[in-house]
């Protein structure tokens, strides 16, 4: 039987959650849907970046921004959600840490809510549904 070792490893290539330095990309993931939080969680650990927390609305994402920093890389922050949306999440989040990096979740038809998403700091956006590899394209060019 073959094993690991009797196939060369041309396509092998480090995971895009693994930083120069070999650290981890540490990521807070803020969105009301347990099933997309769930599934973003996946898509990302699988690349070898961190989750290290998760929040169901704006208020707590902003909140767990807080309360973590410096020790957050990068925030996925869905924009329609209760008890605090993800625009003003976000304007909150931005306030306290001008180079914060959000990338906004959005469901189709919310044009005008990623635009002023966009404007007021978000540093990229991803469409649900989600796609994994448009996910782990933004997400990797958000940390360039």
Not at 124 to 144: F, T, W
């Amino acid at each position: 039987m073959k094993t690991k070792q009797d196939f060369p490893s041309i396509n092998e290539r480090p995971p895009e959650g693994i930083k120069d330095d070999g650290t981890k990309v540490r990521v807070l993931v803020v969105d009301d849907s347990i099933f997309v939080a769930k599934q973003l969680s996946q898509i990302l650990s699988s690349e070898g970046y961190e989750i290290v927390a998760t929040a169901e609305n704006g208020a707590e994402g902003v909140e767990k921004y807080k309360e973590l920093s410096p020790n957050i890389d990068i925030v996925t922050m869905d924009i329609t959600m209760p008890v605090m949306d993800g625009i003003t999440a976000l304007e909150h989040i931005m306030a306290f840490d001008k180079n914060a990096r959000v990338i906004m979740v959005s469901a189709l038809g919310k044009e005008d809510l990623v635009k002023k998403s966009l404007l007021t700091g978000a540093k990229n956006y991803i469409v649900k549904p989600l796609d994994r590899k448009k996910v782990l394209e933004r997400i990797s060019a958000c940390m360039k």
